[in-house]
């Protein structure tokens, strides 16, 4: 049962443009949702977060929007840069930041071409 | 920046065999975590460790698997005999308690390759 859904395997984006990705849920207990970013041979690093009490975090280039009612969340980055071409998952807390576990989706491949 | 430290990189061992992926977490970190990402797959969740034992573990998490936290600083997971599908990357991660984001940091994992 996949209770985090990322449907673009990949995405290709050019440089300067806007580089949207997808994320959907199911579990309806999910209140906390991240980002992390995969280069190949290094571990998940942590990106971005939200709480559901938002709809919306910023920090810098990278831009969160969750809209509960939808069980849907995205990542924009913009503009995107050659650097950020990796793998983004989308991961959710089912028990709201305790020490529950995160659930992963199966990643988006970004590459961003000069 | 702090970091958790996996070891070995890549680790190639014989079916049936027994292998112990090392990891040191965050120090002053409280919540211990096992992850690993099949060629291709998602990153599935295997244990998490806290307070020395076991909160949850995964289906995947069999009988064949066992972690521990030895001396304080390492915290280990052993597979008794490997199965060609445990080939994956695995990786270890450790929470703290602090809530700026709740997000674990990872290792840079371990590449098992069952032969």
């Known amino acids: 049962d996949q209770q985090v859904k990322q449907n673009s395997p990949s995405l290709s984006v050019q440089e300067g443009r806007i580089s949207i990705l997808n994320c959907d849920y199911t579990?309806?207990?999910?209140?906390?949702f991240l980002w992390y970013k995969k280069y190949p041979a290094e571990g998940p690093t942590f990106l971005i977060s939200i709480s559901s009490i938002k709809d919306k975090n910023e920090d810098g280039r990278f831009t969160v929007f969750l809209n509960k009612s939808a069980k849907h969340l995205s990542l924009h980055i913009v503009p995107s840069q050659p650097g950020d071409s990796a793998v983004y998952f989308c991961a959710a807390y089912p028990l709201g930041g305790s020490q529950g576990n995160l659930i992963f989706g199966k990643g988006t491949k970004l590459s961003v071409k000069p | 920046e702090p970091e958790v430290t996996q070891t070995p990189s890549h680790q190639v061992t014989q079916m049936g065999q027994e292998v112990i992926l090392r990891c040191v977490p965050i120090?002053?970190?409280?919540?211990f975590y096992w992850y690993r990402q099949i060629l291709g797959q998602k990153v599935e969740f295997l244990v998490s460790f806290y307070n020395n034992e076991i909160s949850e573990k995964s289906e995947i998490f069999d009988d064949q698997f066992s972690v521990e936290r030895p001396d304080g600083s390492n915290f280990t997971l052993k597979i008794r005999s490997t199965k060609l599908e445990d080939s994956a990357m695995y990786f270890c991660a450790s929470r703290g308690t602090e809530q700026t984001n709740y997000g674990y940091t990872f290792g840079s994992g371990t590449r098992l390759t069952v032969v």
């Open positions: 579990n309806s207990m999910f209140d906390y």
């Open positions: 120090s002053n970190h409280l919540y």
